[in-house]
């Protein structure tokens, strides 16, 4: 067949390693074996002039690489350095100066779909010599990172970049991180333990699966020269846990789970038919790609079957459709296998075996051959594109998974000369992004059943319980943790899925346990009367006035956890007590009321967590049916402004400025600001405040309608006291009906609408003592002695 000149062809794969300890170590640089790596697929190239490899290099006009794990996410260190422009670095050492440099997003996926984008950019014209490289040596990194005598890999190249970031938009939860599942082995295991329960599987029966699944890997493994584990194992020995073979994540030990310390490298080298006849790469070393394509999964919550990822499926299935072939017709396989899950959802949807003899890796797999951070997959097309070239018109699949089954990209090769075939990739994915979600409870309380669930182990022999289930009322998904005995104990024993559980929310998040009864003894609700003292807050009363202090001023009263929680107790206390009628909430000191959260806390590493109520325990309350005034003496900066302003009135000194200030910082106003500001000043000057961190002064927010008073220097509180004494003049039972009735009317639009709004309250008004006890008082021109009932 005639075939297009413009028509993309891999011409070159080249694969690097070394083994710590094993002759011919070297102490290679990430950017050293992507550049021994790229050399050997120069050489695969098999130019037919002298200056073959050297013309084949100058000729490339991009290089893109791959990002190594100490590069894939904010915070990451690299504790030998690392080059500032990798693409550049690995270039220069086999003397190429592309045109364009890029870093691609991290995730498995990524090889594969740089494959399929740059073949996509050559049939179009849009570039002609493409290599792709990726690298890790994680394994020589944490071996010297401490080492007196480590290697410097820091370097610097010359020329631009195109950083296309890390890519981990929808792959990171906070909310998921706070219930523990932060780690991939976690991650898995909710899948497989949930493929487990679909397919009606005891514990051992599974193990043994997995156990059969990756014992053909490890053969394959162990005759691979680049692997990091060259070691062949029987199906039972890689799921028995031992002293080596330690649990990790039920229901997986170690051997089953992908090894990232390695030293790897590989490369890959795209051209066009022209571009390939121009430097004299012979015909038999051209390998086409028939079929491809890129789809992303929904988020871990918002999955309908967390047993599956049909949208890896899909992806598999569509490239196969572009290639004009089916799943019978593969010769070779390579399936991504961070962990048996990912193998087994692809084997699943596609109708292939586990046991396939045709076998499902061309590597040995990630727990065996290496897991090189996100460059995996490209070891993987390197060993596609020799299995093609051996078996002449044979088709090979390698499938690229990245994230949590999040992103999955396909490849089908084939020496067997092809037209470019565009995919539908973009439809696809806007088929998957309107798959229906299952409801969510960020904050889980009541009776439940487990869904999917995994225990994990620490090395120390801890151990800690995940659960993902759904909510009896109203079968809304959550996530929970739980580290009691007994709930381990249902996790490790039987069949948990499907299983009742009982389960509660609090600021550091959802647990879960047996029954309501146990939960009472893990978590008994602290009393709500105020303590003689706290060790954060002041609290003091004064008739029916409560009156509620910041007590950290060598910190600006900024908010750390432990403060929060007290302020949210004191005020729990406040709501519940009938004879607590106003409070006030301020800073100890002049020179702030509260400078927010603690920065200075939040970046050591310390746990983290935030009340259900918010910063301050006022700022996510729901209800707050009695007053609350904030006397604003100094500072109220981002959180502390957010506290002002969930509060009922502000009386603020004439020396306080506030500011939601986040901006300045990387992060934005979450704890209400974004949405009560807005509502509390004109919009224009709300706008300007949260995009750049303007402070207003106490007389600025004054005039717009943010401050109710404004005192001297140092009187706030002096001044809020006064604005108390006058709501204690009033009813109280009329203050908790008026603010019930606003509250109640606040998002209705129509003012009609709104006044003549039905409200209980209303009713139980004018049952009230305090009702009758003030037209009797007007009648008998006395004060009123009101009762609060």
Not at 130 to 153: C, M, N
Not at 221 to 244: D, I, K
Not at 369 to 383: D, L, Q, R, T, V
Not at 612 to 625: E, H, I, V, Y
Request: glycine letters at 10%; charged letters at 20%; aromatic letters at 6%.
């Amino acid at each position: 067949m005639t075939v297009d000149p413009r028509t993309p062809v891999i011409v070159g794969v080249g694969q690097a390693s070394e083994r710590l300890g094993e002759p011919g170590y070297r102490r290679r640089s990430p950017a050293d074996l992507a550049a021994d790596a790229a050399r050997e697929a120069l050489a695969d190239t098999a130019a037919d002039s002298i200056t073959g490899t050297a013309a084949v290099a100058a000729a490339i006009d991009t290089v893109a690489g791959i990002r190594q794990f100490e590069n894939s996410f904010a915070g990451a260190r690299a504790p030998l350095g690392r080059s500032d422009n990798y693409p550049r670095s690995v270039a220069g050492r086999i003397g190429a100066d592309p045109a364009r440099a890029i870093l691609e997003v991290s995730g498995g996926q990524a090889p594969q779909h740089l494959v399929n984008e740059f073949a996509a950019a050559i049939a179009g014209g849009r570039g002609e010599v493409v290599l792709l490289v990726g690298s890790e040596a994680i394994s020589t990194i944490e071996h010297y990172a401490g080492a007196d005598d480590k290697p410097d890999f820091t370097e610097h190249a010359e020329g631009s970049l195109e950083d296309r970031g890390y890519g981990l938009r929808g792959l990171i939860s906070r909310h998921l991180a706070a219930h523990g599942l932060t780690g991939a082995p976690a991650q898995y295991a909710l899948f497989d333990n949930a493929r487990r329960a679909r397919l009606g599987q005891t514990r051992e029966e599974y193990a043994a699966a997995m156990g059969a699944l990756f014992a053909p890997f490890t053969t394959v493994a162990a005759a691979n020269p680049h692997s990091s584990a060259p070691v062949e194992r029987g199906p039972a020995e890689l799921v028995t846990p031992t002293e080596a073979n330690r649990p990790i994540a039920d229901p997986y030990t170690r051997y089953i789970v992908a090894r990232e310390k390695v030293n790897q490298g590989a490369a890959v080298l795209l051209m066009s038919v022209a571009a390939a006849r121009r430097v004299g790469v012979p015909q038999e070393r051209w390998v086409f790609l028939h079929g491809h394509a890129d789809l992303r999964e929904r988020k871990l919550m918002d999955r309908a079957d967390l047993s599956a990822s049909p949208a890896s499926v899909l992806a598999a299935r569509h490239a196969l459709e572009v290639a004009g072939i089916t799943a019978r017709d593969l010769a070779a396989i390579d399936l991504y296998s961070c962990f048996p899950a990912p193998v087994f959802n692809i084997c699943d949807g596609l109708g292939i075996a586990p046991d396939d003899p045709r076998g499902l890796t061309l590597t040995g797999g990630l727990p065996f051959f290496g897991g090189p951070g996100n460059n995996y997959s490209m070891h993987a097309i390197a060993e596609a594109v020799r299995r093609a070239r051996s078996h002449p018109g044979s088709f090979g699949l390698v499938g690229a998974n990245g994230g949590t089954m999040s992103k999955y990209s396909v490849g089908i090769y084939s020496t067997a000369p092809a037209p470019w075939a565009p995919d539908n990739s973009a439809g696809l994915q806007a088929e998957i992004d309107g798959w229906p979600a299952p409801e969510q409870a960020p904050e889980a309380d009541g009776w439940a059943a487990i869904e999917t669930y995994t225990v994990r182990h620490a090395r120390d022999g801890a151990r800690a319980g995940i659960v993902i289930g759904r909510l009896e009322a109203g079968g809304r998904r959550f996530i929970a943790r739980g580290e009691d005995a007994a709930l381990l104990d249902l996790l490790t024993r039987g069949e948990p899925i499907g299983a009742r559980v009982y389960a509660r929310s609090s600021g550091t998040g959802n647990r879960v346990t047996v029954t309501r009864e146990r939960m009472d003894e893990l978590f008994p609700p602290p009393p709500l009367v105020l303590p003689d003292r706290y060790e954060h807050v002041l609290a003091r009363r004064d008739g029916h006035l409560l009156e509620v202090t910041i007590n950290r001023p060598q910190a600006r009263n900024s908010l750390h956890p432990m403060a929060n929680d007290e302020l949210d107790h004191a005020f729990d206390c406040y709501f519940a007590a009938d004879d607590l009628w106003v409070a006030i909430i301020t800073g100890a000191g002049e020179a702030a009321f509260c400078a927010g959260n603690d920065l200075v806390y939040s970046a050591s590493g310390k746990p983290m967590w935030v009340p259900k109520n918010g910063l301050a325990g006022l700022t996510s309350r729901r209800r707050m049916p009695k007053p609350v005034i904030a006397a604003v003496n100094g500072y109220a900066m981002g959180g502390g402004c957010e506290i002002a302003l969930a509060c009922h009135l502000v009386v603020a000194d004439d020396s306080a400025q506030f500011a939601l200030s986040e901006v300045k910082v990387g992060l934005i106003a979450g704890a209400g600001g974004l949405v009560r500001l807005p509502r509390s000043v004109p919009p224009k000057v709300a706008t300007e405040m949260i995009l750049t961190g303007r402070r207003l002064t106490a007389a600025e927010a004054l005039g717009y309608g943010l401050v109710n008073r404004v005192t001297g220097a140092g009187k706030a509180l002096e001044g809020a006291r006064a604005l108390a004494a006058e709501i204690l003049d009033g009813s109280p039972t009329s203050v908790r009906v008026s603010l019930q009735v606003m509250e109640e009317t606040r998002g209705i639009p129509d003012v009609i609408d709104a006044v003549t709004h039905p409200s209980d309250a209303i009713d139980d008004l004018m049952a009230s003592e305090d009702a009758t006890e003030g037209v009797t008082a007007f009648a008998q021109k006395r004060r009123p002695r009101w009762r609060n009932r």
